[in-house]
């Protein structure tokens, strides 16, 4: 079976400091990727997916970046935090095979505090 | 673009009664619509999802219906129970790539 592992579950930064994020899958090859936010009275945004390694693309301009150094291995960082990367981070993943369904499958996510 | 929209935002109602979440969508060419469930601080559980073919899922005492002409789903919970507390997000998925796009939830409050 599948598991998606994340870490660390909580987080307090301080502004300016930077920012590693980590997300594993477990069970599965070439899996599409995914890191989103969840920030107070906010709904859910994508930030970054990946379909292979190496492969990154970003959907919402901002001082955060994420690599795929390994197939099963999404990375989320920062050089500088700011105030408002405070929020809640899901990374998730889904097949990436086409013709198959691509349901979403979520981690535990990452709940990240700056100060 | 797409966007989702989902109303109410906040919803309490007593044990026992059913109910209905509602999901609009404003581009119709959808691959599919889920479901999550999101307990406070903690990851998200997708619920049903319905292919863009089909018109609603069951599972369990949980039915969605999807309309995808008028841009429109619902998530109906029958004999709600307080352990139903949650927020609940619908999300799309665009045709053309995994990329999905979430609505802001319905914060929901089952009173025991």
């Known amino acids: 079976s599948q598991t998606i592992h994340q870490w660390p579950a909580t987080l307090v930064q301080p502004v300016g400091s930077p920012l590693s994020l980590e997300c594993t899958v477990e069970?599965?090859?070439?899996?599409?990727l995914y890191w989103y936010r969840q920030a107070a009275g906010r709904g859910l945004q994508l930030l970054f997916y990946?379909?292979?390694?190496?492969?990154i693309s970003s959907e919402v301009p901002q001082n955060l970046s994420a690599s795929r150094p390994q197939d099963r291995q999404f990375i989320l960082s920062s050089k500088k935090l700011l105030l408002s990367d405070s929020g809640f981070y899901l990374c998730?993943?889904?097949?990436?095979?086409?013709?198959?369904?691509?349901?979403?499958?979520f981690g535990p996510g990452t709940r990240l505090t700056v100060l | 673009k797409q966007e989702v929209t989902q109303i109410p935002a906040a919803l309490s109602v007593p044990e026992g009664e059913n109910l209905v979440l509602n999901c609009s969508f404003t581009d119709s060419a959808i691959y599919n619509l889920q479901w999550f469930r999101q307990d406070p601080g903690k990851g998200l559980t997708s619920l049903l999802l319905i292919q863009s073919s089909q018109r609603e899922q069951t599972s369990g005492r949980l039915n969605a219906s999807l309309d995808k002409s008028s841009g429109r789903s619902t998530l109906y919970i029958a004999a709600s129970q307080p352990g139903d507390s949650a927020t609940y997000l619908c999300a799309v998925s665009d045709r053309r790539d995994d990329k999905i796009i979430f609505g802001k939830g319905t914060r929901l409050h089952i009173l025991p």
């Open positions: 990946s379909v292979g390694i190496g492969q």
């Open positions: 998730a993943w889904s097949y990436g095979a086409s013709g198959t369904m691509n349901t979403q499958y």
């Open positions: 069970g599965t090859s070439n899996p599409n």
